[in-house]
């Protein structure tokens, strides 16, 4: 098992990082708050968890270990593939998650794309007990999902700076998708980082 990648960061795509590996260039699928941290030509390092399928071999990258052992327990759920436990990480931290499980917020679970009331109230089943008590600093109820809620633009606008975008490019993308985010604020989900990031590059494409 490949457990981490460390080396120059070679490029960066909306949902991967190819970072360059005793000269060779290893694609890696990351969440969006995870390739905000990074910057080509950078050297960067990241704990990765190989998914080994028939005709497959996809490397997915995290910011810490935390967030790759979150990864590896939440596909050990029925229904879960990596696609969605990464979707998971995108819309919560780690403790957020245990949080959400431990408290039985439904509501938390839903705010990740993919996931509807049934699931969510068979996920906070199945994960009982398996993700442990979180292990950063203490975060009360409120805050499960709402770091979330407010920093989506932070995410957004250092996902196109890291992208390679101007700031005034950022900052335009960032302001023509807000209304997609306000809209997910007002139904009481959290604002989809990834889908704001590839609606924010098509804003970007059509003004280049």
Same mark, same amino acid.
């Given at each position: 098992?490949?457990?981490?990648?460390?080396?120059?960061?070679?490029?960066?795509?909306?949902?991967?990082?190819?970072?360059?590996?005793?000269?060779?260039?290893?694609?890696?699928?990351?969440?969006?708050?995870?390739?905000?941290?990074?910057?080509?030509?950078?050297? +960067?390092?990241?704990?990765?968890?190989?998914? &080994?399928?028939?005709?497959?071999?996809?490397?997915?990258?995290?910011?810490?270990?935390?967030?790759?052992?979150?990864?590896?327990?939440?596909?050990?759920?029925?229904? &879960?593939?990596?696609?969605?436990?990464?979707?998971?990480?995108?819309?919560?931290?780690?403790?957020?998650?245990?949080?959400?499980?431990?408290?039985?917020?439904?509501? +938390?679970?839903?705010?990740?794309?993919?996931?509807?009331?049934?699931?969510?109230?068979?996920?906070?089943?199945?994960?009982?007990?398996?993700?442990?008590?979180?292990? $950063?600093?203490?975060?009360?109820?409120?805050?499960? $999902?709402?770091? &979330?809620?407010?920093?989506?633009?932070?995410?957004?606008?250092?996902?196109?700076?890291?992208? $390679?975008?101007?700031?005034?490019?950022?900052?335009?993308?960032?302001?023509?998708?807000?209304?997609?985010?306000?809209?997910?604020? +007002?139904?009481?989900?959290?604002?989809?980082?990834?889908?704001? %990031?590839?609606?924010? %590059?098509?804003?970007?494409?059509?003004?280049?």
């Amino acid at each position: 098992m490949i457990a981490s990648v460390s080396g120059p960061v070679a490029a960066l795509a909306p949902t991967t990082a190819v970072i360059e590996v005793g000269g060779i260039g290893m694609a890696i699928q990351c969440a969006p708050n995870t390739l905000a941290g990074l910057r080509i030509g950078k050297e +960067a390092k990241l704990a990765t968890s190989l998914v &080994v399928r028939e005709d497959s071999l996809t490397l997915y990258g995290f910011a810490d270990d935390d967030e790759r052992q979150v990864f590896e327990l939440l596909q050990t759920a029925s229904g &879960v593939g990596p696609r969605l436990a990464q979707a998971m990480l995108a819309t919560h931290s780690p403790d957020a998650l245990r949080i959400a499980v431990a408290t039985g917020d439904e509501k +938390a679970l839903t705010a990740v794309s993919g996931i509807g009331k049934k699931g969510a109230q068979k996920l906070l089943l199945e994960l009982k007990d398996r993700l442990g008590e979180p292990v $950063g600093a203490h975060i009360g109820q409120q805050g499960i $999902g709402a770091a &979330v809620s407010a920093a989506w633009r932070d995410q957004l606008h250092a996902a196109l700076i890291g992208l $390679g975008y101007a700031t005034r490019e950022a900052d335009e993308a960032v302001s023509a998708v807000a209304p997609q985010a306000e809209a997910a604020l +007002a139904e009481g989900a959290q604002p989809p980082v990834p889908q704001l %990031l590839r609606a924010a %590059l098509q804003t970007l494409n059509r003004t280049r």
